[in-house]
C-alpha cells in the first residue's frame, strides 16, 4: 500500500540514522528506510573520532558513555603518522591524558557493531518507523516531492522531503542531484580483518603509515578489540588509473615483504575476505541540496581527503539535515533556494577542515618535506604538540598553509 510522509530517509546509517534521531527530538516523525537488515557490516576503516564522540552527545548527552560501555569498541587515544621515511608522529586526540581516569576522545569499533549501535537508538523512538530489507530501486520527482519504488515497479512511498543518505554509490546523489564520480577527488579502498598483528599501541592509536614505495597512497592498522586489527590501504582513484595500480596485490606485498609489517604479520591470520569500497572525497564543494532533497554524509561526498574519515562527517551533514527539515516543515518551503540554508550549514562547519585537509594530502606530493615535518616533530616536544593542536585547533593548522613555517623547520 503506498505511504505517504513529509520525510523520508533513504539509508539507515550514521547520516541517516542521525538525522532521523535528530528529527525526533525535534517531535518530528519520518520513515526511515534501509535496504539491509541490521546488523549488517559496512566496509570501513572502523575509526570513531572524538568528532563522532561529540554528535553522540549532540543526539543525547548520555550516548558516549552508553558506547563505552560496548564490548564490541575499544577507546583511542590518537593517532600514528609515519612518514616515507619511518619518522613516527604521534598525534594524541588529547596531549595530555590518563587512560585510567579519562574519558576517551575516540574510540574503534567495526561498523556492524556502531551502526546497529545507533540502530538500537532508533528503535526506541516512536516518531521514527525504521523499515528493513527495503531496496527502493527508482525514485521518481512528483508535482509534492518524490515517489519511492521497489524493484517490481510498485510504488512505496510519496515524500514531501527525501534526505539521501545511501551511500557512496548513491544513485540518487548521481541522477537527481548530479553529482559525479571524479577521480581526483575520489580514494579506492581495501580493508580487511586480522587477527594477532603484533606491535599494536597499548593505547590503541590507530596507524597511518606513508611508505615510500606506495606514495601518495597509505597503508593502515586499526587495532580492535579480541586481538583483531583493521588493515587497509587507500590511494586516489585518479593515482590508481593513471600507475595502473593493483591495490590487493600492493596491500599483500606490503604485508609480506616490508622489513617491519613482514615481522608483525608472522603470527597473523587473515579472517574473512579482503574488501573494496569507495571513498567520495570533500576536497570540493558541491550542491548537496535542491527541490525537495538533502544529501548527505558519503552521498554528499564529505569524506576527510588526508585521514579518510567519513563517520563524523555523515553525522554532522545528518544534524544539519534535521535542523532544516524543521525549517522547512515549519515554513512549507522546499525550494532549491530555501534548502541552499542545509549547503551553507553543512559546508560552514566542515569546508575550512575540508580545505587544510586537501592541502596535507597535497604534502604526500613533497615526500621530503612530509619526512622532514615528522623528524623534527619526533624530536621536538614543542612542535609535536603544536601539530598534534593543529588536528583539533583549525586556526593553528591553517599555519600548513603558510610557506613560512616549513622554513623555520628546515632551517631551525
Sequence with gaps: MLQHHDICILGAGPGGATAALHLANQGIPCV?????????????????SGKVVNELKRI??????????????????????????????????????DPERDVPSGYISKRIDFDNFLIEEVKKRPEISLLEGIDIATVERTAQGFSLSDKSGEQLFNTRLLIAANGAHSAFARHHAGIKQEPEHYCAGLRAYYRNVAGLDQDNFIELH???????????????????????????????????????????RIIETHPEFKERFANAELVGDIKGYGLPLGSKKRVISGDN??????????????TGEGISNAMISGRWA?????????????SADFMQGYDKAVYNRLWK?????RRMQRLLDYPWLFNQVASKASKNKALAETISCMFTDLDLRERLKQPSFYLKLLFN
Aim: charged share 20%; aromatic share 12%.
Design 32 to 48: 526511515l528506510i534501509d535496504k539491509a537488515v541490521f546488523p549488517r557490516d559496512k566496509v570501513c576503516g572502523d575509526a570513531l
Design 60 to 97: 543525547s548527552p548520555n550516548l558516549p558513555a552508553l558506547l563505552g560501555e560496548q564490548q564490541e569498541q575499544l577507546p583511542s587515544w590518537g593517532i600514528h603518522f609515519i612518514s616515507p621515511a619511518g619518522h613516527k608522529l604521534s598525534v594524541p586526540f588529547r596531549y595530555e591524558y
Design 210 to 252: 606513508f611508505l615510500k614505495d606506495f606514495l601518495p597512497g597509505y597503508f593502515w592498522i586499526f587495532p580492535l578489540p579480541d586481538g583483531y586489527a583493521n588493515v587497509g590501504v587507500g590511494m586516489l582513484s585518479e593515482t590508481v588509473s593513471q600507475k595502473k595500480v593493483n591495490l590487493k596485490k600492493e596491500m599483500l
Design 293 to 306: 532533497y538533502m544529501l548527505v554524509g558519503d552521498a554528499a561526498s564529505l569524506i576527510d581527503p588526508f
Design 322 to 334: 534535521a535542523a532544516q527539515a524543521g525549517l522547512c516543515l515549519q515554513q512549507q518551503n522546499f
Design 353 to 357: 577542515e575540508l580545505k587544510l585537509s
